[in-house]
RNA sequence: GGGCUAUUAGCUCAGGUGGAUAGAGCGCUUGCCUCCGGAGCAAGAGGUCGCAGGUUCGAAUCCUGCAUAGCCCA
């Protein structure tokens, strides 16, 4: 970051003198061959034509301009017109105080200004325990929670409760049908209703609280049940999250939408801006206005909203309580459904205040054979089966390693493996190992080196970890810009590899004193950015394994 | 029938505001245990970036068509 930062300080200042415009497409990366130094910039091929120079002479002027640059050691100019910078030994070891000073709020940033952003996920129906699904669902919006609020967002977590729609009344009904059945009585079967065990066990629990339920009147019982059955699968949802460690700072309850007048509230606007009208008895949405190949229907004929209905209403809602940002996690299987949404937000007057990140589906697997998985059929891994067995630090980072929207392979069996395989442990091995060699140095006496006795780390492997803590903060912005924490868990997937290569060829303890010291005081700065990315992605990073 | 998304090494996947010789892990081959944790490290082999066109000085990246797969809608 500081690399970055100081070097387009130095370019825009190059180009001013020069009397060019800084090109909005001008690239300034770390690149991953070390052959074309610790930073490179496309910024010659970029001013060429606006120069009417060829790049190679306008990429000279540069270095001729930015050569009194005190903290840039080198520049090379590379075939299509890349420069090529190399920064002095000491800059980079200053990172190291600069960790240092931060302590754990290094990598936090500006960049969100304070913008106010809900972020909803899992939102799952309470009809039934959460699954493996579910679970990425929740570890990437808590990830996604952190890691915005890292990068200056202010962020509000939220679930959304489905309690007012037609699986509701299907839950209440298969309560009450597995009451009955406990009961003795002969019933056939709904046509429609909820298979899994748990719902037996919803059923006894509920007879048992309402002794009298089966001589209520029907519509009555079926109250109970439903109202019953809901409070308890939320409340296992609420503990199975606490368990994950997944924080929400909001539930949020369709029916109090509905119960609020806050649908017929929104209905009213779109009416009043022209999106919404009737015809044939029933409530539309001009969404052709908006690239639709249709019109939707908000409230059928028969007076019932739809689903889209109360979405729009919520949505409203989430924009009315001030947020700038409104980021929703979904089932990939609702891609279809986004443009609508998209549309629906715009005709509220909130372009571009919607992001919707899709989550595609998790096979879950147990030595390379699928598990197969389905609420309706009552067979499936629960999220607690799956925290319970391989912990949830080793399903986070793995729902976290790959990006959100392609499917992801969940071995159980391979999650628990504490090997290569695995790069959980990789990962946090990596801070183990410094934490352990932190706790030898003090039995021995060695004390981490200040900021000024620094001048030891002058091997290439010292500058590969230096270049890569520098490049945390920025990797932080791009996790938050781009919605996508995978980019951290590939970040310290790399640090951990640069850590345990610096680990075997650069020895702490038996260097010299001042080596040592010196030494012992970066792998400190490692161990502490990485802690540091492992609790952006909600997982411990132990002292020792 | 219409639409969305994908297709990159043997396997699982990164990489997309167009830019250098396309990256990682696993697996495979070959080395390294007198040395702070070998749960590790080093080297190597392995690619027409699904196919065919187009735009461009330059395409894995953008456009068009096709093939295959998954999903959504009617």
């Known amino acids: ?5 100081h070097l387009e300080e130095a ?20 690149p991953k061959d070390r052959q074309f130094g610790d930073m ?8 060429s034509k606006q120069a009417r120079m060829a790049p190679r002479a306008v990429a000279e002027a540069l270095v001729q301009a930015l050569s009194g640059d005190a903290l840039i050691e080198k520049i090379d100019i590379a075939g299509p017109g890349f420069l090529n910078f190399t920064f002095a030994p000491s800059f980079w070891r200053e990172t190291v105080g600069h960790i240092r000073r931060a302590g754990g709020s290094y990598g936090e940033s500006t960049l969100g200004n304070g913008t ?35 990068a200056g967002y202010d962020v509000q977590a939220e679930y959304y409760i489905n309690d ?36 037996i066990d919803i059923a006894r629990a509920c007879l048992k609280a309402n002794p009298a339920l089966l001589d209520l009147p029907e519509a009555e019982a079926m109250e109970i049940c439903k109202n019953y059955g809901m409070a308890d699968i939320l409340q296992g949802i609420k503990d199975d999250l606490a368990a994950f460690g997944v924080r929400h700072d909001n539930w949020f309850s369709e029916k109090s939408l509905v119960a609020d007048g806050k649908v017929e509230e929104t209905f009213a606007d779109l009416r009043a801006s022209g999106m919404g009208y009737e015809a044939d008895g029933a409530f539309w949405f001009r969404s ?45 299987d609702h891609h279809g459904y986004v443009p609508r949404m998209m549309a629906a937000c715009e005709a509220l007057g909130k372009k571009g205040g919607l992001a919707v990140i899709l989550v595609n589906l998790v096979n879950l697997l147990k030595n390379g054979e699928p598990i197969a998985m389905s609420t309706r059929a009552g067979q499936f891994e629960t999220l607690k089966d799956v925290v319970d067995e391989v912990g949830a630090d080793a399903s986070r980072f793995m729902f976290l390693s790959r990006k959100s929207d392609s499917k992801l392979d969940f071995d159980l069996e391979l999650v628990k493996q504490k090997s290569m395989d695995n790069p959980v442990y990789y990962v946090q091995y990596a801070h183990a190992r410094i934490r352990s060699l932190q706790k030898k140095a003090e039995e021995t006496g060695l ?12 091997t290439e492997h010292d500058a590969d970890l230096l270049r890569l803590l520098d490049q945390y903060p920025d990797y932080v ?69």
């Open 447 to 458: 004390k981490a080196a200040d900021d000024t006795a620094l001048a030891p780390l002058d």
């Open 116 to 150: 106010k952003v809900q972020v909803e996920y899992v939102s799952a129906n309470p009809t039934g325990p959460l699954h493996i699904g579910h679970g990425r669902g929740a570890a990437l919006g808590d990830s996604l929670v952190r890691i915005m609020e890292k």
């Open 1 to 5: 970051m500081r690399a970055k930062i």
């Open 288 to 332: 052709t206005r908006l690239g639709d190949d249709k019109d939707r229907v908000l409230r059928k004929s028969n007076g019932d909203t739809t689903y889209f209905a109360s979405d729009i209403a919520y949505h409203d809602n989430k924009f009315k309580r001030g947020f700038d940002l409104v980021v929703d996690i979904w089932g990939a």
């Open 40 to 47: 490179s910039a496309n910024v010659a091929m970029m001013l």
């Open 164 to 199: 007012a729609g037609r699986q509701m009344l299907i839950l209440g009904n298969s309560i009450l049908f597995r009451s009955r059945q406990l009961a003795g009585q002969d019933v056939t079967e709904p046509e429609d209703f909820y298979r899994g065990d748990y719902i």
């Open 477 to 545: 912005e791009s996790a938050a810009r781009t919605q996508s924490p995978h980019l951290i868990s590939m970040y310290l997937q790399e640090l951990a590899s640069t850590l345990h290569r610096y680990y075997t060829h650069c020895h702490v303890l038996s260097a010299d004193p001042a080596v040592a010291s010196a030494r012992l005081a970066l792998l400190g700065c490692v161990a502490d950015v990485v802690k540091n990315g492992l609790s952006l992605l909600g997982v411990n990073a132990p002292e020792s394994m």
């Open 11 to 30: 370019l825009k200042k190059a180009l001013a003198d020069k009397g060019w415009d800084w090109p909005d497409k001008t690239v300034i990366e770390s």
